[in-house]
């Protein structure tokens, strides 16, 4: 659990766009006029049609079957699918401990979880930010074998959506936002265990005149809207990458499960889950800023109140939510422990507030989550009289943040950060 505050990227991200926009900078699928030819807000209605569409996978590789979108059983009373995805239900987390069991932990899948050999498995450094430039077919590489033979490190770290609450955008403030419609369940803590990216960095000859990182899936390309976007990826500001980031092969005392990334992912703290590449294979070290539809495209805050050609997306947003049903049922006159737990990307939770009905009361926070990417906490409450209630919880973390009753709305509905209302019935 880090608690420096994480690196900024939005200076490095204002190099980036304009060496990006100066057209001194190159990437794969990245069509850099096209895009420009758009427009921002082109780009992002295009984004935004494109979410809406089924996903259609593109031919795998010789070799590689494709697999099923999801392979763990989606059990009912744990997740809710959601196109090529699968969010946990709250009311699955009550009852348990700090972190979120595998069996129920959220899948984000652009496509489908790919079936990969790990006796086969490489994970391929290249780019002119190592030494001696390797190109990218003579890459310098590491078998599963040789991560676990470094320095083993263990992170308890959360990994949220971006698209996260996306479905409040609609719900409560009229505001509908195209892309997966995630009630609150896009996120999950999980331990994770594996190597420091920055240890295998410098192992592969990382130098000073690296700017990015950008490490890139083995699941199939992502075709949307009748493009091929290629493998999905998303350069991560050096800085960041030298920092907390993790290349994870166990989850919860397992190796990863498939549908995480198996055999190696990435796992980036505090910041937006598409940071955290699953099923790593080619990672580009570049001296010049690196691009991909995922940084230009996707995952980049347009709108009003925007910067012309999209702000920066990088840390989460601060969030809470009850471990109960939406409509829950509740008894008239009886006490009943509500519990829940909040969370944000910008550091630990300092206070959470919870009101039924008559004012904001503070709720009890647990003492041994202090200082942890979430927080759980209890509040007491006797429902008064039959009939419907709303319960409403509200947190503030170390940097002063303060969940809105209100999010300010992006064109892509990303980091909802409003204060939920979340119903129940009395009777
Ligand atoms: N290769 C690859 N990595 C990926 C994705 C993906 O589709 N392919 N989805 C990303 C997104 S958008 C999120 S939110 C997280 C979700 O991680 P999880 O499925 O383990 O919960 O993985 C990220 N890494
Ligand atoms: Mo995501």
């Not at 969010?87 to 069991?101: D, F, I, K, N, S």
């Not at 989850?251 to 499960?257: F, K, S």
């Not at 303060?402 to 709305?409: C, E, I, L, S």
């Amino acid at each position: 659990m880090s608690r420096t505050p994480p690196p900024q990227e939005a200076g490095h991200d204002a190099r980036r766009s304009r060496q990006w926009l100066a057209g001194e900078a190159h990437g794969a699928g990245v069509d850099r006029d096209g895009l420009l030819e758009l427009g921002a807000a082109m780009a992002a209605l295009t984004a935004a049609a494109a979410e809406r569409e089924p996903v259609a996978v593109a031919a795998a590789p010789v070799g590689v079957d494709p697999g099923t979108p999801i392979r763990k059983p989606l059990r009912p009373d744990l997740l809710r699918p959601l196109d090529t995805n699968a969010e946990m239900r709250w009311t699955a987390l009550a009852g348990q401990g700090y972190v979120v069991p595998n069996d129920r932990f959220f899948v984000r899948n652009h496509t489908v979880t790919p079936r990969l050999d790990p006796d086969a498995w490489r994970l391929r450094l290249f780019g002119t930010g190592l030494r001696g430039a390797p190109a990218r077919d003579t890459p310098v590489e590491f078998g599963l074998d040789d991560l676990r033979r470094l320095p083993a490190e263990e992170s308890t770290a959360l990994l949220e959506c971006a698209g996260n609450g996306r479905r409040f955008y609609t719900d409560q403030q009229d505001e509908p936002a195209p892309g997966v419609a995630w009630d609150l369940g896009g996120v999950g803590v999980a331990r994770w265990r594996g190597v420091r990216l920055g240890t295998v960095l410098r192992l592969a000859g990382l130098t000073g005149d690296a700017v990015d990182v950008m490490p890139e899936g083995l699941d199939p390309d992502y075709v949307t809207g009748g493009r091929n976007l290629g493998r999905v990826r998303r350069p991560l500001p050096i800085a960041k990458a030298l920092d907390d980031v993790l290349l994870a092969y166990e989850m919860n005392g397992e190796p990863l499960p498939a549908d995480h990334g198996f055999p190696v992912r990435v796992v980036v703290p505090g910041w937006i889950g598409i940071s955290s590449i699953k099923w790593v294979g080619p990672m580009e070290v570049s001296a010049t800023p690196l691009f991909s539809p995922w940084n230009t495209q996707f995952y980049r805050m347009f709108g009003p109140g925007q910067p012309a050609g999209g702000g920066t997306l990088a840390v989460q947003s601060i969030k809470s939510a009850f471990e109960l049903a939406w409509d829950a049922r509740v008894t008239v006159g009886e006490e009943v422990l509500l519990r829940g737990r909040s969370w944000s990307g910008a550091g630990p939770i300092d206070r959470v507030e919870v009101d039924t009905g008559d004012g904001w009361r503070p709720a009890d926070l647990v003492a041994a989550d202090r200082g942890g990417p979430w927080q759980r906490w209890t509040v007491r409450w006797r429902p008064p009289a039959p009939g419907r209630w709303v319960l409403r919880a509200r947190a503030t973390d170390v940097t002063g943040a303060v969940q809105p009753d209100r999010a300010a709305p992006n064109d892509l509905g990303y980091l909802f950060d409003g204060v939920v209302r979340h119903p129940v019935t009395a009777g």
